[in-house]
């Protein structure tokens, strides 16, 4: 089967999938920009949800790379996809890192058995990630892994963040 890959710009807890990723932090507890979004908007389920497996699995937060969902509650979605990107560095390549949150929600995925999935631009934002950057590896992982998952949506925020998204699409 084939994924197919698409590109909007907006606000991705707009969106109406089977599951929602969330660029957390690795306390699960919500922060800013897209995980503060998803957790406004999806309202306290996902909340408590997260603090559940912080109390069993997760006691220590949750890895860098990896990735484990929740109810999305209020969002037009079934489950939340939380992984936690790694902050870009100069001195450290880590973009095994950040491919390993596109790979590792895609398996969550198709454990849960969502068809539909709607991505950020992973660790672009205040973990500062130059866009061009994040979109190669976001779009070359989400190709090159195999899934059940029909669509993969990326949701882009800005003009500049859609184009960069855009010109590595083709």
Same mark, same amino acid.
């Given at each position: 089967?084939?994924?197919?890959?698409?590109?909007?710009?907006?606000?991705?807890?707009?969106?109406?999938?089977?599951?929602?990723?969330?660029?957390?932090?690795?306390?699960?507890?919500?922060?800013?920009?897209?995980?503060?979004?998803?957790?406004?908007?999806?309202?306290?389920?996902?909340?408590?949800? !997260?603090?559940?497996?912080?109390?069993?699995?997760?006691?220590?937060?949750?890895?860098?790379?990896?990735?484990?969902?929740?109810?999305?509650?209020?969002?037009?979605?079934?489950?939340?996809?939380?992984?936690?990107?790694?902050?870009?560095?100069?001195?450290?390549?880590?973009?095994?890192?950040?491919?390993? !949150?596109?790979?590792?929600?895609?398996?969550?995925?198709?454990?849960?058995?969502?068809?539909?999935?709607?991505?950020?631009?992973?660790?672009?934002?205040?973990?500062?990630?130059?866009?061009?950057?994040?979109?190669?590896?976001?779009?070359?992982?989400?190709?090159?892994?195999?899934?059940?998952?029909?669509?993969?949506?990326?949701?882009?925020?800005?003009?500049?963040?859609?184009?960069?998204?855009?010109?590595?699409?083709?």
């Amino acid at each position: 089967m084939t994924t197919t890959v698409t590109l909007v710009q907006g606000d991705i807890t707009a969106q109406s999938v089977d599951a929602v990723v969330n660029a957390a932090n690795s306390s699960l507890l919500g922060g800013g920009g897209v995980d503060g979004a998803i957790h406004r908007r999806g309202g306290p389920e996902i909340l408590a949800d !997260c603090r559940r497996l912080r109390a069993s699995h997760y006691g220590r937060g949750l890895p860098t790379g990896r990735a484990v969902a929740t109810t999305a509650g209020r969002l037009d979605a079934r489950w939340v996809i939380h992984t936690v990107g790694p902050r870009h560095s100069t001195d450290e390549d880590r973009s095994d890192l950040l491919a390993s !949150c596109y790979r590792e929600s895609l398996r969550v995925a198709d454990e849960l058995g969502a068809r539909t999935v709607a991505f950020p631009a992973v660790s672009a934002g205040i973990y500062g990630w130059p866009m061009d950057d994040a979109a190669r590896i976001a779009l070359g992982t989400v190709r090159a892994t195999p899934t059940a998952v029909e669509e993969v949506r990326f949701v882009l925020f800005d003009t500049a963040a859609y184009e960069a998204f855009a010109a590595r699409l083709d």
